[in-house]
């Protein structure tokens, strides 16, 4: 059975860094788009970066300077490494994967289960 795993979820203090990474069984990451998502409680869900099948990254203006996405292809890992974190970015951190059609990323249609982020002032 397919699954994407999300880890490196945890507390820390304004200003701190987590990585998270997503391992996955049975994708091979160079052929889909990959991207993390948040939610935080009482708010919908919003994307956070968006990797592309050729290594293109996308950011939301409030990841864009403090998030980088990144992946590795032989491992299948995907990973959000997030510094100067906020007391806003706190919220549950999914990774999701979406089908690469001519180059552009369809619709995010398989997701993890979520690591939690939580950031205190």
């Known amino acids: 059975q397919v699954q994407l795993v999300e880890s490196g979820g945890g507390s820390v203090q304004a200003g701190g860094s987590l990585r998270l990474s997503c391992a996955a069984s049975?994708?091979?990451?160079?052929?889909?788009?990959m991207g993390w998502f948040r939610q935080a409680p009482g708010k919908e869900r919003e994307e956070v970066a968006r990797?592309?099948?050729?290594?293109?990254?996308r950011y939301a203006e409030s990841a864009k300077g403090r998030f980088t996405i990144s992946k590795d292809n032989a491992k299948n890992i995907l990973y959000l490494q997030m510094n100067s974190l906020k007391p806003e970015d706190t919220a549950m951190y999914y990774c999701?994967?979406?089908?690469?059609?001519?180059?552009?990323?369809?619709?995010?249609?398989?997701w993890g289960q979520g690591t939690q982020v939580t950031v205190s002032s």
């Open positions: 999701a994967t979406a089908p690469s059609l001519g180059g552009l990323c369809s619709v995010f249609d398989f």
């Open positions: 049975r994708y091979t990451y160079s052929s889909y788009c």
């Open positions: 990797i592309d099948s050729a290594g293109s990254t």
